[in-house]
Every structure is written in structure tokens, then in C-alpha cells.
């Protein structure tokens, strides 16, 4: 519980952060508005096309009978809409730190600038940097849709699929939203993707208190633009702390599991 209110804390310092700083709340905000273009228009398409896709998919109930068929195919139409939105919800932030990379990466070396101490460089190429932002956004997706299948499934179990299956996917869309938003601050510090998981398994509950909140934040419209400078912000504030060795915070934990499997970043293109 402690750790839960402490990544609640980060994400409301970074929002704090972005707040007294207008003028990098107003450069952040840039990537966010492009992406929530593409992303209004593809939840769109798919709020008018998934009752086809379902009648599609299921031609062995075109005989059934009012009003089963009707519930069927409108339970498996909201369930692929939820399954849509979970995955938006997941990649926006990706996307968005995509296509906003020098934004993001600029704003979060002000954070570090700001909160004193040293300034990490990745040492990279802006095009270094986004191809291993992308080639991880893909291995975070092909774990993502593992998971969304997994729940996807286990939502037409009774009782369980309204209950329990909810909550694990706001807590799975949470962590590895946590995950990306915490990569923009870890690349600088030259630590790939398989010690940025460790860092947050060691702290999931961490990682859950900070990303859980911003998820369900994310589904209300236009919310994830304006929060995402607060959210980059808060992200690097909790890498400083975890990285850095903050012993009254961590008692190292976070340190030792980074330092246990950080990577140099010479696999990028050069």
C-alpha cells in the first residue's frame, strides 16, 4: 500500500511539475494532440464497424433466435470495443512518446535540470533513439496482446469476467503504461528494456500506483493529451529516485535491479 501511494505521489509531483513550468506543459502538449487525432479516428472506425466484424466472425449463430442472438453478438461487439480501447489506451502512450521523441527527451532532461544533480545523456542519435523507442514499443505490444487475449478469453467466464478480469486489465494497461512513460527517462540513463522491467517488477507496486490511475484518467476524452508533460515529468522524478539511490526511498532496491540487468544501447543502428 505504501508503494502504491508513493507512485500515486509521483504522478501528481510530476503534474505539479508540468503545472509550474508553462512553458514546457505547452511544448509537451504537441505530440499528444497529433496522436489523439489518429486515435479518435480509429476508435471511431471501430465503434461503427465492430457490430460487422462480430456478425462476421460468428455466421454459426445467424440462425439462432430473438433476442439471443441480439445479446450475443452485442456482448462480443462491446467486449472487441473494450478490447479496442485497452489497446488504445496501452499504445497512445507509445505512439505518443514515438512521435513526440525530442519533445518528451528535452522535457525530461528540464526535469532532471530543474531537480538538480547530473543531467544523463543517452549519448545517441535522434535516430538511434527512435528505433529502439519503436523495436520496444513492439516487444511491449507483443506482450500486451498476449495479455488482452488472455483477458479477452477469461471475460466470458461468469462473475469472474465482470470482476476480476476488469481490474487485472487496468493493472496489466497500467504497468507497462508506467513502463513506457519511465523508458524516455532510462534510455538517458542507457538502460534497455529488460532492465527497465526489472526495475519495475521490483517495485510493481510502484509502477501500479502510478500508472493505474493515469489509465483510467487516459478514457476520458482529450484527459491524455494534457496530462501526458505531467506524466514524462512524474516518470523521470521516480527514475531519479529508484536509479539514483535514494536510500530512505528505495533502500536500493530499484538500483540494485537496474544495475543487475542494464544494457549499453550499442544495438542500435549507427
Known amino acids: ?9 509521483y504522478l501528481l509531483a510530476g503534474q505539479r511539475w508540468a503545472l509550474r513550468h508553462g512553458r514546457w506543459l505547452g511544448f509537451g502538449l504537441l ?9 479518435a479516428g480509429a476508435l471511431i472506425g471501430l465503434g461503427f464497424g465492430a457490430d460487422d466484424l462480430t456478425a462476421w466472425a460468428t455466421p454459426f449463430a445467424d440462425g439462432w433466435s430473438s433476442p439471443w442472438l441480439g445479446l450475443f453478438r452485442g456482448f462480443l461487439t462491446a467486449l472487441v470495443f ?9 499504445t497512445f ?8 521523441q525530442p519533445f518528451y527527451e528535452s522535457l525530461s532532461e528540464q526535469v532532471d535540470r530543474t531537480e538538480g544533480g547530473e543531467v ?12 529502439i523507442s519503436a523495436r520496444d514499443s513492439l516487444k511491449i505490444l507483443g506482450r500486451v496482446l498476449l495479455f488482452g487475449i488472455l483477458l479477452f478469453g ?4 461468469p462473475v469472474l469476467g465482470q470482476t476480476v478480469v476488469p481490474v487485472l486489465g487496468f493493472c496489466v494497461s497500467g504497468f507497462f503504461l508506467t513502463q513506457e512513460l519511465v523508458s524516455v527517462a532510462l534510455m538517458r540513463r542507457r538502460v534497455e528494456l529488460p532492465g527497465q522491467l526489472a526495475l519495475l517488477r521490483s517495485r510493481r ?31 523521470t522524478l521516480m527514475v531519479r529516485d529508484l536509479v539514483e539511490g535514494d536510500e530512505e526511498r528505495d533502500g536500493g532496491q530499484g538500483q540494485g535491479a537496474v544495475q543487475g540487468q542494464s ?7 549507427q
Open 93 to 100: 502512450t507509445a505512439v505518443t512518446l514515438l512521435v513526440g
Open 205 to 235: 507496486g510502484l509502477a501500479l500506483g502510478f500508472g493505474v490511475p493515469l489509465v483510467l484518467a487516459f478514457l476520458v476524452p482529450l484527459v491524455a493529451v494534457f496530462l501526458m508533460p505531467g506524466a514524462v515529468a512524474g516518470a
Open 82 to 90: 473494450c478490447l479496442g480501447l485497452f489497446l488504445a489506451v496501452i
Open 154 to 157: 477469461l471475460g466470458f467466464v
Open 31 to 39: 505530440p499528444g494532440l497529433v496522436s489523439l487525432v489518429l486515435y
Open 120 to 131: 544523463p545523456e543517452s549519448g545517441l542519435t535522434l535516430w538511434q533513439e527512435l528505433w
Open 1 to 9: 500500500m505504501r508503494d502504491l501511494a508513493g507512485g500515486f505521489g
Open 263 to 269: 544494457q549499453g544501447l550499442e544495438s542500435a543502428p
